[in-house]
């Protein structure tokens, strides 16, 4: 049988017994138990009753959270000329054409997020394989292929999440630091399940959300309960 540390054995006495929970108590048990070193990021996990497989049951989109993430978002863009100017002015981290296409194919991904013009993808393209994988491939259904620069690369550095579903159904994503008031953490919580919610695509059929459970980056998780989550 696992030992556990006295940090970790304390925080499975807490959460045992805990499921279906109301999404304060969730935050409150999370929050509560995040006493690792450093600040820990609060995550979300649902799972979806969808099959990614089929193109009418992907689910994809974004939001920008109430109270942001907490997070530093490094943010590269694949533009010439003005827009790339835009782009460095608003604050991009890495702007580059065929020479940041070099870089990425060196495998240094120094970025969290990337955003493209329109003409710059027959380059993005040929990084496919090494951004898809890693969900940084540019898309204009979530904005980042666009030559509205500016507003994509502030959005992504204010705290404007991307969600995609994995092949088992579950989308996941960060929502919040531990040091982030109760409040800011439920306003976020929220705020990504309707998200999720309103991206439910045509292809769905029976219960659409089967699962949301809550953890930190080093704590156990405790489920939600789903209608409590979803305001039904």
Do not use: W
Request: charged share 25%; glycine share 10%; hydrophobic share 45%.
């Amino acid at each position: 049988m696992a030992k556990y540390g006295k940090r970790t054995t304390a925080a499975r006495e807490a959460f045992a017994g805990k499921a279906d929970v109301t999404v304060s108590e969730a935050v409150s048990l999370v929050k509560d138990n995040a006493k690792a070193k450093f600040d820990e990021t609060i995550e979300i996990a649902v799972v979806l009753g969808v099959d990614p497989r089929h193109a009418d049951q992907m689910v994809r989109g974004k939001i920008a959270l109430p109270n942001g993430t907490g997070k530093t978002m490094r943010v590269a863009v694949f533009a010439r000329g003005d827009k790339a100017d835009e782009a460095t002015a608003a604050g991009a981290d890495i702007v580059g054409a065929e020479d940041l296409m070099e870089i990425v194919q060196s495998g240094k991904i120094e970025f969290d997020r990337c955003i493209a013009t329109p003409d710059m993808m027959p380059i993005v393209g040929r990084l496919g394989k090494v951004l898809g994988p890693r969900n940084l491939m540019p898309n204009p259904k979530v904005g980042t292929v666009t030559m509205d620069v500016k507003d994509a690369v502030e959005a992504a550095k204010g705290g404007e999440v991307q969600f995609k579903v994995e092949k088992a159904g579950v989308v996941h994503a960060g929502i919040g630091k531990a040091s982030f008031t109760a409040a800011k953490l439920e306003e976020n919580v929220l705020a990504f399940v309707g998200a999720v919610q309103k991206a439910k695509p045509a292809g769905s059929k029976g219960t659409y959300m089967k699962k949301i459970s809550l953890t930190s980056t080093m704590g156990p998780s405790v489920t939600l309960n789903v209608d409590n989550a979803t305001g039904n």
